[in-house]
């Protein structure tokens, strides 16, 4: 049985020391790439998912993940990269990323993606996945902000996902995801503040 245990964000990172605070390569590009739409905004204002620049970002696409932001109850993934298909989330592509999430951290995954487009911020996470062969490894995860022109979407999230460190490596075909805990969250100012009250839902 797991426990769990309310825990506060680690830190708080800016859009010009967050390539540095990234551990995978995947969010390091990911950071730099959205730092450089922040400054080529003329009014500091979030880039639109409209003007997305999809060649900008053909080096993260595998690790990518875009979710679509409906207050109160939605968060529908619109596209997910291959890498991400294979070793994190198969089948997740037109699924309700809430519905996926353990009930018990599901208020608090709430709460992560609204405040990401509300505020607007974003956050780097460090995630703990289990795998079928009772192994586990460490990823990253790097969430920011497009804002929306959709009619009933509040906000789009782009989030890369990839393995830290030495456990990097592809998953063997054999070998298959099984669930995920979130063990650490750093939140980032993009220049209008964080949610200083935000508490995660973490396992002991």
């Given at each position: 049985?797991?426990?769990?245990?309310?825990?506060k964000?680690?830190?708080?990172l800016?859009?010009a020391d967050?390539a540095?605070?990234?551990?995978?390569?995947?969010?390091?590009?990911?950071?730099?790439?959205?730092a450089?739409?922040?400054?080529?905004?003329?009014?500091?204002?979030?880039?639109?998912?409209?003007?997305?620049?999809?060649v900008?970002l053909?080096?993260?696409m595998t690790d990518l993940m875009?979710?679509?932001?409906?207050?109160?109850?939605?968060?529908?993934?619109?596209?997910?990269?291959?890498?991400?298909k294979?070793?994190?989330?198969?089948?997740i592509v037109?699924?309700?990323?809430?519905?996926?999430?353990?009930?018990?951290?599901?208020?608090?995954?709430?709460s992560?993606m609204?405040?990401v487009?509300?505020?607007?911020?974003?956050?780097?996470?460090?995630?703990?996945?289990?795998?079928s062969?009772?192994?586990?490894r460490?990823?990253?995860s790097l969430?920011?902000?497009?804002?929306?022109?959709?009619?009933?979407?509040?906000?789009?999230?782009?989030?890369?996902?990839?393995?830290?460190g030495?456990s990097?490596?592809s998953?063997?075909?054999?070998v298959?995801p099984v669930?995920?805990?979130?063990?650490?969250?750093?939140?980032?100012?993009?220049?209008?503040?964080?949610?200083?009250?935000?508490?995660?839902y973490?396992?002991?």
């Open positions: 049985m797991v426990e769990w245990r309310s825990k964000p680690e830190r708080t800016h859009p967050l540095a605070a990234c551990r995978t390569a995947p969010a390091r590009r990911f950071a730099t790439i959205y450089d739409w922040m400054a080529a905004s003329p009014d500091g204002r979030i880039p639109e998912k409209a003007t997305m620049d999809l900008r053909a080096p993260v875009l979710f679509a932001v409906s207050k109160p109850d939605r968060c529908l993934c619109r596209l997910a990269g291959e890498a991400v294979r070793e994190v989330a198969a089948g037109g699924r309700n990323y809430y519905e996926i999430v353990p009930e018990e951290r599901r208020a608090h995954a709430r992560a609204h405040m487009v509300d505020r607007p911020s974003g956050y780097r996470a460090e995630v703990v996945q289990r795998l062969n009772d192994y586990e460490t990823l990253e969430a920011l902000p497009l804002r929306s022109t959709e009619p009933g979407v509040d906000g789009f999230i782009l989030i890369t996902v990839a393995p830290i030495e990097d490596a998953l063997p075909d054999a298959k669930g995920v805990s979130i063990t650490r969250r750093d939140l980032i100012d993009l220049g209008f503040g964080v949610e200083e009250d935000f508490v995660d973490m396992p002991e």
